[in-house]
């Protein structure tokens, strides 16, 4: 089974994650005047590299906090030392 | 009629209190190598305070011990013990200390440093293991629970075969044990998983 690296708890299975899809989606600043589409592309449009990616990643059985990683979806290989939110971190 | 509606009583039970039987043979089959033992429940409140703020100090002086600032340690106070579990969040167990009246004690002194105190004593149930606890648990725990790397004064939420778990490492001091703290709901799972796995620690005849 391949080891995760928690930013707080440090390498753990990865049954103990859980997936949180691409990292640096942003929130639409004003929602309201989005078109159908312009929503419909932030709701479901993600993308799908051959290579490295950068995902957002729960440690749910652990610390249970979020953290951006990035991985090669080609290899499964985690590239980056996660960082984990830089303002929970003492 | 008059008796029958006098005694109206709760009596708190250990969720585990129909195994208690069953945990205590291990010791004999296994000729003492491991030992499982349920313990009292106890207060416990789960804290969350900026660990950068002034409310770790704050809570540290009411407690009357420093908390833990290493990631998955724990620490001793005076009536129990506090469990680093994320950045930003602690778990306080006292075994001296009123549940309601404890997190409204604490939730007072956090709140003034920005932070929370919530009080989780019904979440979880606690298990101890003495002997061979580290040998049992790897059984179902992935984690590497040698005592070079999970020493005294280390603590870790992980999986135990497919329940969550709360570990904490020589809460005894002197002797080598190991505590399991387990939601209500899934105790008695791990509680078989373990009998069953203390299976493989009877000794064999030569």
């Known amino acids: 089974m391949q080891l995760i690296t928690c930013p707080w708890c440090g390498p753990r299975e990865e049954i103990e994650f859980s997936y949180g899809g691409q990292a640096g989606v942003a929130y639409p600043e004003h929602p309201a005047s989005l078109t159908d589409e312009q929503w419909a592309h932030f709701v479901f449009f993600r993308d799908n590299p051959k290579g490295p990616f950068a995902e957002r990643w729960s440690h749910n059985a652990g610390c249970r906090r979020w953290f951006t990683a990035v991985r090669d979806t080609r290899t499964y290989r985690f590239l980056s030392s996660p960082t984990s939110n830089p303002e929970l971190t003492s | 009629m008059a008796d029958e509606m006098a005694d109206r009583t709760l009596t708190p039970t250990h969720p585990l209190a129909d195994r208690r039987r069953l945990l205590a043979a291990v010791a004999d089959e296994t000729a003492g190598a491991v030992r499982l033992e349920l313990e009292a429940p106890v207060a416990a409140v789960d804290l969350r305070l900026d660990p950068r703020g002034t409310g770790p100090a704050a809570i540290a002086a009411d407690l009357g011990a420093e908390l833990p600032s290493e990631p998955d340690t724990w620490t001793a106070h005076p009536t129990g013990t506090a469990l680093r579990l994320g950045p ?67 603590c870790a939420q992980t999986l135990l075969g497919q329940s969550g778990v709360l570990l904490a490492a020589g809460l005894d001091g002197d002797v080598d044990d190991l505590q399991i703290l387990v939601r209500p709901s899934f105790a008695a799972y791990v509680a078989d998983l373990l009998v069953d796995a203390a299976a493989e620690l009877v000794p064999q005849p030569a």
């Open chain 2, 88 to 154: 930003d969040e602690w778990l306080l167990t006292s075994t001296a200390a009123r549940p309601e009246d404890w997190e409204f004690h604490l939730d007072e002194v956090a709140v003034a440093h920005g932070g929370m105190a919530v009080d989780v004593s019904a979440q979880r149930t606690s298990l101890r293991v003495r002997g061979a606890a580290r040998e049992l648990l790897s059984f179902g725990c992935a984690l590497d629970l040698r005592p070079a790397a999970f020493p005294r004064g280390r």
